[in-house]
Structure formats: C-alpha cells, structure tokens
C-alpha cells in the first residue's frame, strides 16, 4: 500500500513519467503514508517501513522483529470482522 501511496505522490508532483524529473521528484519527497513518513536520500536509499505487520483491534501492529514490535503475531489471521 505505501508504495502506491509513494508512486501516487510521485507522479502527481513530478507531472511526468520522465526519468529524470520523476526520481528528481522521488529524492525530494516527504509524505506521511499508512505505514508513517517516508523520504529517500540521494542514493535511492529511503526509509520505508518493510516491517511484517498485522491489524489487530483495528490498529497497525508491527509483529517483527521482535525489538521494534509493536504486537505478537496472530495466527491464524482472524476474519477482517473480527479485527
């Protein structure tokens, strides 16, 4: 999901799909998506959350590794009406 919310900022600043001006655009952005803030450096480097996560009571838990985790894995997963 964050990717999508990155490639939509992306395009709609940049107005193109120029190669240069659309990574132009993408080293400069700084968007808070549903997974938190993200930018990238110069080197392409950025600082997206890849960490495995669940909903759980209707809140993102981030379930590892186990020093940034914000909640315990649940499985299995329970239906989306039971979250």
Same mark, same amino acid.
């Given at each position: 999901?964050?990717?999508?919310?990155?490639?939509?900022?992306?395009?709609?600043?940049?107005?193109?799909?120029?190669?240069?001006?659309?990574?132009?655009?993408?080293? %400069?952005?700084?968007?808070?998506?549903?997974?938190?803030?993200?930018?990238?450096?110069?080197?392409?480097?950025?600082?997206? %959350?890849?960490?495995? +996560?669940?909903?759980? +009571?209707?809140?993102?838990?981030?379930?590892?590794? +186990?020093?940034?985790?914000?909640?315990?894995?649940?499985?299995?997963?329970?239906?989306?009406?039971?979250?």
């Amino acid at each position: 999901m964050m990717a999508f919310e990155i490639a939509e900022a992306a395009l709609g600043q940049a107005g193109t799909l120029e190669p240069a001006p659309l990574m132009k655009t993408l080293k %400069n952005l700084r968007i808070t998506t549903i997974g938190g803030p993200i930018w990238f450096a110069e080197n392409g480097v950025g600082a997206i %959350n890849t960490y495995p +996560s669940q909903i759980q +009571s209707g809140a993102y838990q981030i379930i590892w590794p +186990s020093e940034v985790a914000t909640g315990k894995h649940i499985y299995p997963t329970p239906a989306w009406d039971k979250r």
